[in-house]
């Protein structure tokens, strides 16, 4: 149930001409968009990576809302909620975070799924707000050691991109139109057509080039604040390889790329007193959960069960 606070200041997505389902939340005057399914606690809340939006997850998020709480959103200035300058300090976005899922009713504490650039705001929640953190699941997460295990060409300073020209868009999207199509293809009729429009627009491609543009900046940030707390964890490798980083990658860069993220992983979960790396077979990095749906599923379960217990 929602709170009476949250039912005076949600509105109706669809009413604004926006995502085809899920709510907008007045949050400091700013309009976040929210979907939220299912019951109990504690609640799993998704945090997209960069050019993505709370929608691509709807697969996991359908299912896991037969066994307990679970969360879709966009951060502002991405996806369905309003627009801002991007890109923005991690302990914004946490806070950001925290201030919408009290507006919408959703208590604490939470178990936070967290792909890419999502991850970078998953660990900074965790060291801002410990107490509301029930367990992090980290896909191919946002690391702020990458550059420790990372050969030089791989370096998060290297990651800074130049916004895309119309030529670059123009060549990208027939193969982001086939990988959409294709992770897409079990999402509702009216919700597949919307999104995959939107991910091709050339608004939402400048948007995930310019959020993931301070990766160093927030590589220091998370740094700077000490140890994540130590909570239930487990970290996700994607073994196969993404279309998108085949393009800009040689093979050679992509296997060191892969030995590289196996290490860091696997280090990762070691820092945690209940920390497990799992590492996927034919899984990629954009496409991570629609590659392996069950594996993502197995993992929150996993990850309540420690919570509860």
Known sequence: MMTQQAHGNQHHATAAGASPIGQLYDVGGRRLWLHRSGAGGPAVVFLAGAGAVGLDYLNIHDRISG??????????????????????????????????????????????????????????????????????????????????????????????????GQLQLRLVRPLARRMYRQMFASWPEPVRQVLIGRHLSPEWWLTGVRERSNMPELAAEIRRDGDVPDVPLITVTALATDPGQAMLMSKKTLRELTEAKLRMYAALAGSATRGEHRPLEEARHSQLTTDRPDAVIQAVRDLLGQSRS
Request: glycine share 8%; hydrophobic share 40%.
């Open 67 to 164: 066994f307990t709480t679970s969360v879709l959103y966009d951060r502002g200035g991405i996806g369905w909620s309003d627009p801002m300058p991007l890109p923005r300090t991690a302990a914004e976005v946490a806070t950001e975070l925290r201030d919408l899922l009290h507006v919408a009713g959703v208590p604490g504490p939470y178990l936070l799924v967290a792909h890419s650039l999502g991850g970078a705001y998953a660990r900074r929640f965790a060291q801002l707000f410990p107490d509301q953190v029930a367990g992090l699941l980290l896909l191919e997460s946002f690391y702020e050691d990458w550059d420790s295990y990372m050969p030089e060409q791989l370096q998060l300073a290297r990651s800074r991109q130049r916004e895309p």
